[in-house]
């Protein structure tokens, strides 16, 4: 069956964006010219135009598309039956299935920390937040060390796993995907000098 004009125009809109999130995390914004994005795509420039207006809008979509996917996948994580460690291994399922399906994606939403754009500030703080609310209750709940800042403790979680995934997406040879959920597992919940899990 023929695809529809509606379905055209939504497969060449995927084709950007993911084009998009390619060039900009090789190059940056600044750097990233719009011809480049277009072949990549597979596109003619004057199409990428039918539906952004400049390569500002594209980024800022491709910021959106990726702040869903992701925050989607971490609050279904949190939805997940089972205890703690479930929910902390299908959140971190979850991070690393993102980063080896889109890797220029990955580093675009979380490069630098959020760099000098609103929008990648906005997806770490939006990451974080998920994170502060779970520490919040914890705290309450006593699972969570009194003397721990959910904010603090947030934000360190979220530049951890931004490395270590980064990292191991230049070195995949350096570790399973399963060696390194459980490694994230394992410093999401134990910290690098606390006591060492019981073996079960």
């Known amino acids: ?5 509606s379905e055209k125009k939504d497969e060449t809109r995927s084709k950007l964006i993911t084009a998009g999130a390619g060039v900009f995390a090789r190059r940056g914004v600044e750097g990233a010219r719009i011809g480049d ?13 039918t539906h952004f207006a400049d390569k500002e809008a594209l980024f800022d979509e491709v ?21 703690r460690a479930i929910k902390d291994r299908a959140a971190m399922e979850g991070v690393v299935a993102f980063a080896q399906i889109y890797g220029p994606l990955f580093r675009l939403l979380l ?16 990451i974080a937040a998920l994170r502060i609310t779970e520490l919040e209750q914890g705290k309450k709940d006593g699972w969570v060390r009194a ?11 979220v530049g951890a796993v931004f490395h270590l995934l980064d990292w191991w997406l230049d070195n995949p040879g350096k570790m399973t995907d ?11 919940r134990f910290g690098v000098e606390g006591l060492i899990p019981e073996q079960g």
């Open 1 to 5: 069956m023929a695809k529809s004009r």
């Open 37 to 49: 994005i277009a072949k990549e795509a597979g596109v003619a420039m004057g199409t990428l135009y």
């Open 63 to 83: 910021m959106r598309a990726g702040k869903t996917i992701v925050l989607d996948g971490l609050a279904q994580s949190q939805q997940a039956d089972g205890d």
């Open 111 to 126: 490069s630098r920390g959020a760099g000098d754009q609103p929008m990648q500030r906005e997806v770490v703080d939006a």
């Open 147 to 157: 003397d721990i800042n959910p904010d603090a403790a947030a934000r360190c979680e």
């Open 178 to 188: 399963e060696e390194l959920i459980d490694q994230l597992c394992r410093v999401r």
